[in-house]
Structures are given as structure tokens and as C-alpha cells.
């Protein structure tokens, strides 16, 4: 056999040309599908990580995704608010550890405005565990500072210092509509997560209700910019509504115990999910596209195993002289057809060796500035089992593919006998 | 005398669908003799050249290879009998393109154990001697591509192809025919030589008449073969 492999192996190098085309094609599908694969995981794996440490997320009855998307992706908005005592009611109870209130409904120019407690930052943790770390500067301490995500600092060219002015709602500022008499500052800088919190503008609570007063009628009173930023300073700015609240509770065990009873509460009707779950119920849905993209990519690697197939059958007539040769020699039908056979598996093996290395040079290429700056990372970028199946079902498909003009040559080489005919 | 190489007896062929082709009562090839078998194309000469190597089946008769039964044996059994057994020479285009002339000739060697016990040294330098003997010795004519040697190059390393490992019985079928008269002289002269010395039963087919001269012994096939030339 391995006779026949260093005669396949020359029969190749012979062909460099046309091989070497062959060969890039099955490279760049391997290369298409491993990356799609890990772009995949990498996506699902930074999807999973944008929460953790937290519990229970609690707000206005809606659907648990949609609780989700508003609460952690910053996506969409709340139909209804979780009332002030209702917050301080969940925050005492008995099995309740921690309760960060977030506020949201502003934006400033395109990014969310997040009203919290200064506990936010020791309680919201992404990834495995890992804490939001300031990059630079501190937390917020005064009524008008904000401390922005990664992304915000980076799009709008913000540093410490900076001034901003908040705009109602979520659309782009325009003047008249926005909190423009209540400049705020940046005071810190968070380091990248790849999660929406670098997408994020943070402000204390009572900053949220601050802008907003002169709102009450859910539109700007004219009189509004003549009250002062001392007298607002005087008043109580406690809010009146949180937009949702995030639980750590002190024993894990009685998670369902305490949702059970949110979502039974006799007051004022909430819901309360588990984070883990509502991701993996919204992951569902994007896995529909993630799958559609990976049976293209699966479908690309068919091509190039195609390819292969083509340019063995196209050689196989001008090869036919080489057959008869190899038989008169002593080569029996089945040399032929392992001949055949192996020229395709080493091309669909080599192509597909050489679609790995690709994809990985690329990955240590890249990775490295995607994680800087969009604090992805590219995960699972050593080889690991995914490539090593895809270079056996490769290597193994190019096989089954060479088996048909391997079997053509197969059937010739007992026809043709010794006579070449031309 | 030995007893012969390749004996015949009642030989009857028919492609699948049609009349015979061959029908030979008798035809034998002793060993160590060099044998000119003449034919016109289309007498079947190379329908019994592919039955002798065993790539072709008879439909009837006795073919003996060595003193094997070549219709008893299974079409694998057939395959290592040529391989071990026998050396061929075709009209041209004789060699492997992707293959180095040194790996043209030892190519044999791949397939048959046996033939590659017989050689006692490299298989390489084995190659280089019969080359030499055959007139091939500059290096720089060894490393050049099959195919950018002359038909009488190629021709001379499908024999040295053909002899190496030291098989019985050598078959050339119209090996000269592109060859132009010197060149094919020489051919005709150095292949005989070189079967002699290895004791090799050369089976030399050609249509020219002429060339009987140059073999110890001459058969027509249109003498043998009852079927009759249709050509």
C-alpha cells in the first residue's frame, strides 16, 4: 500500500498546478466552515457569559425574553415599571442577599443611559464571574457624573472629563428634546466586556430622576430649565419607579421557592426570571440562523469535495496509458483503484490540514484585536476536536468522492487489458 | 530442454459479442529463446499478448505460463504471475509521466517482492546498469522528465523496465515500430542482448517481416491463427 500512496503522491506533484487549485479550494471551504463554527461558539460562548452572578431578574409582567432584552441587552423597552416600595419590599426579604434597581428610558447620542446603585458594579458580573473593572477614573459619586462602557468611550472619543448631555427617550439628541440644562460628566471609563454593558452609560438613580424633573407630564414643561441645579439638589430625588431590579439571593437552592413567590406576589403583579434560562430560551432563536449559516458553510465544503472529484475525472482519460502501464507491470485492479482513490484522500487531506492552518493563523492574526477591542474572545482557538473531526470527515468524504472514477478507471483497467487504444 | 515458457493448445477467443479472434492450435515460446511473432494488425497479436500476461482471459483451450494453467488461476493469482513473471514493452508512450526514469524502471520492483529479491544490491544502481547496458548513461539524461526523452530513449528504458528483477519471459509488442531503422536495429540488438544475458524469453511481435533475421526462431501468426486475418 504504501507503494501505491508514493506513486499517488508523485502522480500529484506532477499535477502541481491543477492540484494546487484543488487544493486551495477544499482549504478556504475548510477554512469558511471552522471559522463560521467558531465565530458560532465564540458568539453562543460570549452570549452565555453577558450575565452571571445574578440570580433572579425582576420587572413588569412580559414575556421572559423580553425581560431579558430590555433589562441586559438594553434592547427594546419595558411596557410597565416596578414601583419604589415594591423594589424596597423585594430588596427586605429574608432570602434576598443583594437588590441592584436599574433605571432605564434615556439615551445619549444612540447608547443607553442605565440609572443604578453604586452596588451595580460589585454585583453585575459577566463571563465566569469576572467583575466590570474600571479602566480608568472611579465610580460615580456625584448627581452628574456617569461612568461609560468600553464601546462608548471608544465611538464617541470620551475621556475623563468629558461632558454629556442626556437626551429623553432613545432617540438621537435633538435640541428642545433633550435634558440639555443637566450636563453630566465622565468621571470613569469601564474596561471592555463584549457585553451591553460596554454599550452603556451608568448614572445613579437619583440622576435619572433628577433630569426628569419638570417631566411629570412625560413631556418637557417649559418652565423646567429655570429650576436650578441647586434647587434640584434639595429635593428628595428617590424615584417613584425602577425599570427592573436584580437579585442575588443568599442560598442558590431556593431560586425557584423565591421566583414562585415574585411571580405570585399580591401587590403590585411582577415576574421574575432566571437569566440562564431566558438566554438559553433566546438563544433558541438565533441557533435557527447560527444553523442556517453552518449548513451553507457545511454545503461550501461539499463543493470543494466536488472539486476534487472533477479534476480526477477530467484526468482520468489522459491517465488511461498510465493504467494500462501500471497493470502490464503488475499492479492489479484494485492497485488502480487504491491509486485513485488515495490521490483524492491526500488532496481532500491536505486541503483540508492546510484550511486549519489557515483559519488559525488567521485567528492568532485576528483575535488578538478583536479582543482588545470588542473584549471578545475568540475562544477554542488552539486546534481542538472540532478540527480534527472536520480533517477525518473531510479526508474521509474526498475517499468516498475519489471511489467513482476510481471505480471507472477500475472497471477500464480489466477492458482496456494490455491493448491502449487511443 | 526445459520445459517451455508459455505453451498454447486449443486456444479459442472471442470478444464478448462476435466471432473468434483467436484460434490457435499451438504456439509455444521454450525458455530462454527469442522468439520473432509476426502479425498484421488486426491478426490478433495483441489479444494473445494480453492472454499470455493474463489480463485477458481464453474462452476455450490451455494456456501455460510457466508451467501454471492460466485459466485455473483466479484474476489476482494471474496479476502476480505477470507481475513476478513477465517484462512488457508497448509500442510507446511506455512510461509513467510522473515517474523519474530510475522510477520508471524500478517500478516493477513496487509489485513484486520477488523480482526486488532478485536484485542484490540498491535497487537504484540496478536500474543505472541495465540503463548503461541499454546505452542510457548520462546522469543528466536520467534526471530529465519521461517526457522530454526521445521515443528511442523512452523505448530503451521500457526495456530496461521490462528486464529488471530478471523475469522469465520478456514481451515487446512493436516496440521499433517508431523507431527509424538504425535506431531500431540497435533497439532490436540491445534488448536481445540484454534478454540473453539474464536467460529472459523474449516474445518479440512485430508486423515487418524483416526483423525474423535478427531472433533464433519465427512464427506467423497468420499461419497459426485458424481464424485468418481479416484486416
Known sequence: MSAILSLAWKSLMNRKGSVLLTLLAVALSVALFLGVDKARTGAREGFGNTISGTELIVGAPTGSVNLLLYSVFRMGSATAEVSWPTYQEIAARPDVDWAVPISLGDSHRGFRVMGTTPDYFDHYKYGRNQDLLLAQGEQFEDLFEAVIGADVARELNYTLGSPMILSHGLGQADFGSGHENRPFRVVGILAPTGTPVDQTVHVSLEAITAIHVGWETGAKNPLADNITEETIRSFDLTPKTVT?????????????????????????????????????????????????LLAVSIFVIAVGVVSILTSILTSLNERRREMSILRAVGARPGHIFALLVLEAGLVGFLGAALGILLIHVLLAVVGPLVSAHYGISLIGTGPGPTDIYTLLAVTGAALLAGAIPAWMAFRRSLADGLSIRL | MAEPVVSISD?????????????????????????????????????????????LEAGSGQVNVLGQNLSSLKPAARDRLRADHLGVIFQMFNLVPYLSVVGNVTLPLRFSPQRRAAISGEEDDEARRLLARLGLTDETLLTRRVSDLSVGQQQRVAAARALIGGPEIVIADEPTSALDADARDRFIELLSEEARRTDAALLFVSHDASLASHFDRSVDLGEINRVGVTA
Open chain 2, 11 to 55: 486456444l479459442r477467443f472471442a470478444w464478448t459479442t462476435g466471432e473468434d479472434v483467436l484460434d490457435i492450435a499451438a504456439f509455444r515460446l521454450e525458455a530462454g529463446e527469442r522468439l520473432f511473432l509476426r502479425g498484421a494488425s488486426g491478426s490478433g497479436k495483441s489479444t494473445l499478448l494480453g492472454i499470455i500476461a493474463g489480463v
Open chain 1, 244 to 292: 427592573a431590579i436584580f437579585l442575588g439571593l443568599k442560598r442558590r437552592g431556593t431560586i425557584l421557592t423565591t421566583r414562585r413567590e415574585i411571580n405570585t406576589n399580591r401587590g403590585e403583579p411582577l415576574m421574575a426570571i432566571i437569566p440562564s434560562q431566558a438566554l438559553a430560551e433566546l438563544w433558541s432563536v438565533t441557533a435557527i440562523a447560527e444553523r442556517a
